[in-house]
């Protein structure tokens, strides 16, 4: 026990503690000792939650997380990460982060462990029954990892670096559970602790800045709105003279776009006539016009470096999911202030190069699927909402067919909190209703006036909003169908827009071959013949 007066010895070397006396605390050996001649036997190793930012990152893990007190459930978990989750997560990024940052963090720090392992149960969940069930023993385990993880952090975890990196796994968590709210609440944290260190450490900047500005996207099409979701401001990336590697054009790339979706979603009450169009902002209209010049910069240096460095066959979907970025933000960018939707006519010829690039993709993915499985899902924004955007915007039947053709082809059933198959059948239902057709019945042979008419502005639907009201029916097959309540906003005679409710059928899993098959519908053998995938 300590002596009455004076407090215990908690720091220092082993030598100073012996002697009761105060250690400098030098490294590797105290200059208290070293300077009266003895020998300084060393320092007691940290405990785990007590390590620096630099120091975890000096780890170098051999095996991801294994530590002496790890179960085995834990370590097949963070066996199973390693070697599926990690590079499946990857997608189209660096997967320096989830097959190399989080393993070396993972090594000391047990939020992170605790974290991984629970991804990784999760995942393999999904994998199995493709949602997020919490009844099996897996997803149980799965959230006591969860937990273990939350309370490592709120009584151990001191550094803020660590802190931000866990606000991503924590936001995949949330994100495997659709946990709308709770991942978005994470994204915020992480982002307003970006935000008060100036994009902390080199390290941070590097490697955990991007990715924020990557998830700054989503929370905008759930929820959220520029009055409470914090912009990363300074810490966006600048346009470049030049870029000298693909992650640097790719961080300028989403830096633009994160600007663009909060500059749109800061107009849509004057779109929608909620607010008269006639007092935006005159702010505004300087950051559409700054956001759009710095896209054409992007898009002329990418393209220089593209010619310079051409992509591998690895690196094919990375450089066409860019162009894909560039095309929707630009259309969605010049066409976000007017209340017309008969403004995105004028891009039908970036529409068409958006699909052009899907083609492109169709059989790299398909090659690439028969050496590695296709992943149930993927952490970030993949292909999914970029293809749903022309679905829904491109009124040019053959060009929005080939959008939803698409969806099904080379994307992911989960692509962060998007849903293939809510978004398909979303994305065909809007296409019934602007074009006054039924896509099971409607036969395109010899029929090209239907093909080539636009349907007029009162026809197209404004937006789309998908409640949490579901309901359950059985088919003319005795199976079960998942109905979800989707509210469109339609165009109404004075100002302001209507609500139309429908229950739309979800049919999860379900390929695009296998429905048309199913109905014997002309339009599928019709868009079979329309499609020519272009060569990679």
């Keep these: 026990m300590a002596r009455r007066g004076s407090s215990k010895v908690r720091t220092g070397c082993f030598t100073c503690k012996i002697r009761k006396v105060k250690c400098d605390e030098t490294r590797p050996n105290c200059r208290r000792c070293s300077g009266t001649g003895r020998k300084c036997d060393g320092y007691p190793p940290k405990r785990q939650g007590e390590y620096s930012w630099p120091e975890l990152l000096d780890s170098k893990p051999t095996t991801l997380g294994l530590t002496n007190g790890t179960s085995s459930e834990e370590a097949r978990g963070l066996d199973f990460f390693r070697r599926v989750v990690a590079p499946a997560f990857s997608g189209h990024s660096s997967s320096y982060f989830w097959t190399q940052l989080v393993a070396q963090i993972g090594q000391q720090e047990p939020a992170v462990h605790h974290a991984v392992v629970a991804i990784s149960s999760m995942y393999e969940q999904m994998s199995i029954t493709h949602h997020s069930s919490l009844e099996s023993p897996r997803a149980r385990f799965a959230i006591g990892q969860y937990n273990l993880a939350l309370k490592e952090l709120s009584s151990h975890v001191k550094d803020e670096s660590t802190v ?88 300028a790339l989403d830096s633009l776009v994160s600007r663009s979706i909060r500059l749109i979603r800061s107009v ?40 310079k460095n051409p992509p591998s066959h690895d690196l094919v979907g ?24 008969m403004v995105y006519d004028r891009h039908l010829d970036k529409f068409q190069q958006l699909v052009n690039l899907a083609q492109q993709i169709l ?31 491109c009124r040019d039947l053959r060009i929005r067919l080939i959008a939803l053709y698409s969806m099904k082809a080379i994307c992911v059933h989960r692509e962060s909190l998007w ?61 079960s169908v998942s109905l979800r309540k989707v509210c469109f906003l339609v165009w109404s005679p004075g100002d302001g827009v209507d609500l139309m409710d ?17 109905t014997n519908a002309a339009p599928w053998a019709y868009l079979s013949r329309m499609i020519s995938p272009s060569p990679t």
Excluded at 321 to 338: D, G, N, R, T
Aim: proline share 5%.
């Design 318 to 341: 990375s450089y066409l999911i860019l162009e894909m970025k560039y095309l929707v933000s630009k259309i969605w960018l010049k066409s976000s202030f007017e209340c017309s939707e």
């Design 419 to 479: 849903d293939a198959d809510l978004l398909y059948v979303l994305g065909r239902r809007v296409i019934e209703i602007e074009h006054g057709i039924n896509l099971e019945t409607t036969s395109f042979e010899g029929s090209p006036d239907l093909e080539s008419q636009l349907p007029l502005d009162e026809m197209r639907i404004r937006d789309s909003v998908v409640t949490n009201d579901i309901r359950i029916r059985q088919d003319e097959r005795g199976q």
């Design 502 to 518: 429908e229950w739309v059928a979800i049919d999860p899993g379900c390929p695009l071959d296998l429905i048309y098959e199913e």
């Design 164 to 251: 931000v990196l866990v606000c991503i796994l924590f936001m995949c968590i949330e994100t495997l559970q659709e946990n709308k709210q709770a991942a978005i609440a994470h994204c915020r944290h992480g982002i307003t602790i970006l935000n008060r260190c100036n994009g902390g450490s080199a390290w941070v900047r590097a490697h955990l800045l991007p990715i924020f500005t990557r998830l700054s996207i989503f929370p905008f099409f759930f929820g959220a709105s520029v009055e409470n979701f914090p912009s990363l401001g300074d810490l966006a990336s600048d346009i470049p003279k030049s870029f000298t590697t693909l992650d640097e054009s790719c961080f």
């Design 363 to 393: 059989p790299w993915e398909t090659k690439r699927s028969k050496v590695t499985s296709k992943p149930k899902f993927v952490f970030e924004m993949g292909y999914l909402p970029l293809l749903y955007f022309a679905v829904i915007k």
């Design 268 to 307: 849509d009450s004057y779109r929608l006539k909620v607010t008269n169009a006639a007092f935006i902002p005159a702010s505004l209209y300087e950051e559409q016009s700054s956001v759009d010049s710095s896209l054409e910069a992007w898009q002329e240096r990418f393209s220089s470096f593209r010619l």
